[in-house]
Each structure stands twice: as structure tokens, then as C-alpha cells.
């Protein structure tokens, strides 16, 4: 049986809450799409960590995350943008969008309710 991989793009170093807020409510988005039965590779949710406690602190430029994002993305079934507050205005995010459109790839857009939370597709 196979599950349908899911790209989960969110902002992150425009997001008004900040870095850590932003990591937060995307693994929690992520785990909420897990839950719905979907295989989900949330870059942020990887990337945050990986360069906080394995990267001795030596940030990498956004060019160079998409790099090691690009390479999974281009074996997703779909991106999915979660659009918090600042997505539009993401580079990393509107490159993502750009690739997935490029491949053929099927794009859905989540809302965000930061009340609830929840899950939101849009029509």
C-alpha cells in the first residue's frame, strides 16, 4: 500500500511570529496532515533542527536549503502551502510553488486559523 508523499511549504523567516513560532505551528501542521494518513516531509520542521543542533550554528543561506528541498519536492505527489502570515511574501515558499508548477505537480493551499488551527483546504 502506498501513501501519498506531501510537501508541506510554510514561511518561516518572514513569519511575524518569528523562527521559533513558525517551526512550532509547522510541525504541528505537519503532524495534524500525518494524522489524515498522508506521508508528509515538512522542510521547515527538518531544516530548523538540522541547522540548530547539527550545523554548530553556521546558518545557511535560503538558496541552499532549497537545494536540499528541491530534492525531495521533486519526488512529492503534491505541495500542500500553508498560508500563514507572510506566505505571499516568502521567497522560499513562492520557489517551491515555481518548482511544483514546473513539474506538474499538484498544489493545495491550507488555510490558517490561529484560533483553532485546524485543517483548511481551499475550494
Not at 510554510?10 to 517551526?23: L, T
Not at 519526488?75 to 521567497?91: H, I, N, T
Amino acid at each position: 500500500m502506498s501513501i501519498k508523499l506531501v510537501y508541506l511549504a510554510s514561511p518561516y523567516s518572514v513569519y511575524k511570529g518569528g523562527r521559533e513560532e513558525a517551526f512550532k505551528l509547522a510541525c504541528e501542521k505537519a503532524a495534524e496532515i500525518m494524522s489524515m494518513g498522508y506521508a508528509v516531509f515538512c522542510p521547515i520542521a527538518h531544516s530548523h533542527s538540522v541547522e540548530k543542533y547539527g550545523m554548530d550554528g553556521a546558518i545557511q543561506n535560503g538558496d541552499w536549503w532549497l537545494e536540499q528541498d528541491f530534492a525531495v519536492l521533486r519526488r512529492c505527489d503534491e505541495l500542500w502551502v500553508y498560508m500563514m502570515p507572510g506566505w505571499e511574501k516568502s521567497y522560499g515558499v513562492g520557489k517551491e510553488i515555481e518548482l511544483a508548477k514546473s513539474r506538474g505537480i499538484p498544489i493545495e493551499y491550507l488555510y490558517f486559523d490561529d484560533k483553532t488551527r485546524a485543517y483548511f483546504k481551499t475550494a
